[in-house]
C-alpha cells in the first residue's frame, strides 16, 4: 500500500507594502504584515473576511467598507491617517501571525520622526503591538493603542472588537464636508 506524502508548503519570504493615507497623519495603523491575499492585490486588509474597513469606519463615524480600496485610501488622507505594518520582512507559510519566522521590523522610528504631527498608533493586534513596541521603545510622542485584531482569525463578537476600536475615533480629523453649491430657484 502506498501512502500519499503530505505536500510539502514552502515557507517563504514576504514584503510588506509601502505605507499608505495621509502625509500629515495624526494617527497610524500598524498591522503586522499583510495577509496572502493583501500581497496577491497589494491592497491593505483585501481579504473579504477581514473586518479592518468596517472597525476602522466604526470608529472614525464614516462608512469604509462598502468603498473601493483608491476611495478608501483617499478617506483615510482626508482624515489624517496612515496605514502601515511593523514587519518589513519575514519567513511565514500562509497569513497568521502565529507563523511569521525571522522577522525584520520596518523602520518605524524613522516614520515617526518624519511625522511630526502623529499622535496615535493603533496597533492592529497582538503581534503587531509587540513587534511595533519593541522596536519604538519607550519615547516620547503618539499614544500607543492596543487593538484587538481585525482578522476574522480572531474570534471575539465584532461589537467587542468595535468598541476597543473607538478609541481611534479622538486622532481622526473632521470629516470634510460636501461642498455647497447654489441652485437656481
Do not use: C
Request: no cysteine.
Amino acid at each position: 500500500m502506498h501512502l500519499r506524502q503530505p505536500l510539502e508548503v514552502q515557507i517563504t519570504v514576504k514584503r510588506t507594502m509601502a505605507p499608505v493615507g495621509s502625509a500629515d497623519a495624526r494617527l497610524l495603523i500598524l498591522g503586522s504584515l499583510p495577509g496572502e491575499a493583501s500581497l496577491a492585490a497589494q491592497r491593505y486588509y483585501a481579504h473579504p473576511t477581514n473586518q479592518f474597513w468596517r472597525l476602522l469606519g466604526s470608529a472614525i463615524g464614516e462608512e469604509l467598507a462598502g468603498l473601493g480600496y483608491e476611495q478608501r485610501l483617499r478617506r483615510l488622507a482626508a482624515r489624517d491617517v496612515a496605514l502601515w505594518d511593523v514587519v518589513a520582512e519575514a519567513r511565514r507559510k500562509g497569513s497568521l501571525d502565529g507563523a511569521i519566522r525571522a522577522a525584520t521590523a520596518n523602520e518605524l522610528a524613522r516614520f515617526v520622526a518624519s511625522h511630526p504631527r502623529l499622535e496615535a498608533i493603533g496597533f492592529n493586534g497582538r503581534t503587531a503591538a509587540a513587534i511595533g513596541r519593541r522596536a519604538l521603545g519607550q519615547r516620547d510622542g503618539p499614544t500607543f493603542i492596543d487593538l484587538p485584531s481585525s482578522s476574522a482569525a480572531l474570534t471575539r463578537p465584532f461589537a467587542e472588537k468595535a468598541e476597543a476600536w473607538k478609541a481611534l475615533g479622538r486622532y481622526v480629523g473632521v470629516a470634510p464636508q460636501p461642498e455647497l453649491s447654489t441652485l437656481p430657484e
